[in-house]
């Protein structure tokens, strides 16, 4: 899981788009302290919205209904419209595949499952064949349940994306096969 660490909360997201927030402990002590001792009304307000807003997220699963719901609020908070919040952001073009391999589990992946930490050499490979183009981005991941791995690309154009999974989704599968070959 990926962990971007804030004051209050974290938010864990995964390469496959699932996530959730969550609070650690301190952050739950200070939150439920300032809700009881808060005086001040504008922070006695924000204290009590957060406090909701922790008992709001499913933290165990991630679950994807709870998520829209604190967004929708988390943008009535910010005067934002679903609409204006998506213009913040611009999707470059992607591309995903899935490569089936004899045996998932020879891909260890780190960093959020960003990064493959074995087989070794098989990252620096990921790493040249995305240096080739532009504003781009690859990662390899094993799937959870198939024997299988999804190779994830994205790049300034929707040819270029296709063109660095292929790359990269052809060198995964050369290079578990060259390892089985081994065996």
Known sequence: KQWYQRRVAITA???NGHGTVLFSDTAMEMINIRSVRETRK??????TRLLAFSKLINTAVGDAVTNIL??????KLCKLSPASWNEMYTDLPYRQLKINIRDRDIIKTTDAERKICSPEG???KVDALVSDFSSARCFVR??????CVRVHAECATQREADT?????GSMV?????ALYSRL
């Open 42 to 47: 504008t922070q006695k307000s924000a204290v």
């Open 142 to 147: 094993p799937s959870g349940t198939e024997n």
């Open 164 to 168: 660095l999974a292929m790359s990269v």
């Open 122 to 124: 098989m990252q620096e």
């Open 70 to 75: 604190a967004i929708e609020t988390i943008l």
């Open 13 to 15: 997201g995964e390469a």
């Open 173 to 177: 599968f050369d290079f578990t096969e």
